[in-house]
């Protein structure tokens, strides 16, 4: 039962809608709006009860081939976790300067959290991600992202690709935001998940492929069982102390780490995979330094 944020040819007007198989049921409005940030004032269950409701009118439904999906985000901030795998781990110690920086907060009670995009630095499925012109190492980074409503609650999950330079933060881990925060840093979609359509959201499988020239240039799989926090203490940090009126992204960290000789570089692509979820796919563009 995903939620898509769309538009048709024939209104440029943002819409959301629930998909079922190869149809699109517009939601009803949710205090007299349909907006990502309307529904994430509702509990989980009190939106999967509006999902369900669109079905009622079958009438309305479109056919998924005749929308554009849009980034399922439309005001919320994304942020992300860091060093919630052991590869992460192990990779962003080889990359610093300050090693263990990184095996400590592994270890730590408290987790690393930041910032990462705001909407407008977000692209939806189909859309370009971009690499830093004054960046070296560029990587897709990715990562099963919950869905917090207003109180903090879980009510989705989508794909996302937390684009980084390494290059950048492996000089001195106080660059991270620059690593990490610019134009077209991110990428979510294809849809939002609802949970209950996750099983297990702790055992998913994430796939990455990167297209290059039109063949696979590299290909690598984890699960979310190698997370090494749980989502509930990632989720309870991030609203401590902070709110977020309109919901809030939440990257849950990466354990697909390419090899040291390997970059992003333009043109390729990048596709991410979660089982259940959908796929995410980006091609990438480099920023003019």
């Not at 684009?163 to 950048?168: A, G, H, N």
């Not at 697909?256 to 992003?264: A, G, M, N, Y």
Request: aromatic share 6%; net charge negative; glycine share 8%.
């Amino acid at each position: 039962m995903p939620i898509a944020r769309y538009t048709t040819a024939g209104d440029p007007t943002p819409q959301i809608g629930y998909v079922e198989d190869d149809a699109v049921f517009p939601l009803a409005e949710v205090d007299g709006q349909t907006t990502i940030a309307t529904l994430l004032q509702l509990s989980a269950v009190e939106l999967i009860a509006v999902a369900s409701a669109a079905k009622a009118n079958p009438n309305a439904s479109l056919a998924l081939s005749g929308i554009e999906l849009l980034p399922p985000i439309d005001t919320q901030e994304v942020w992300a976790s860091g060093v919630t795998y052991s590869r992460s781990r192990d990779a962003r110690m080889e990359e610093s300067t300050q090693e263990d920086v990184y095996d400590r907060v592994y270890e730590a009670e408290r987790p690393e959290l930041f910032m990462k995009a705001t909407a407008s630095r977000v692209s939806g499925t189909g859309g370009t991600v971009a690499i830093r012109g004054d960046s070296t190492w560029d990587v897709p980074e990715p990562e099963l992202t919950l869905v917090l409503n207003v109180r903090g609650e879980i009510v989705g999950y989508t794909v996302g690709n937390d684009v980084s330079s390494r290059s950048i933060e492996g000089e001195n881990p106080l660059y991270l935001p620059q690593a990490k925060i610019y134009s077209g840093c991110a990428g979510l979609g294809p849809w939002i998940a609802l949970t209950s359509e996750i099983a297990d959201p702790n055992d998913l499988t994430i796939k990455l492929v990167i297209d290059r020239e039109g063949t696979v240039h590299f290909e690598d799989q984890t699960s979310t069982s190698q997370i090494h926090r749980t989502f509930d203490d990632l989720t309870s940090y991030l609203i401590r102390h902070n709110s977020f009126p309109q919901g809030v992204f939440l990257m849950t960290g990466t354990g697909i780490i390419p090899p040291p000789e390997f970059t992003l570089e333009d043109g390729d692509v990048v596709r991410i995979t979660i089982d259940g979820i959908g796929v995410l796919d980006n091609p990438v563009i480099r920023l003019k330094e």
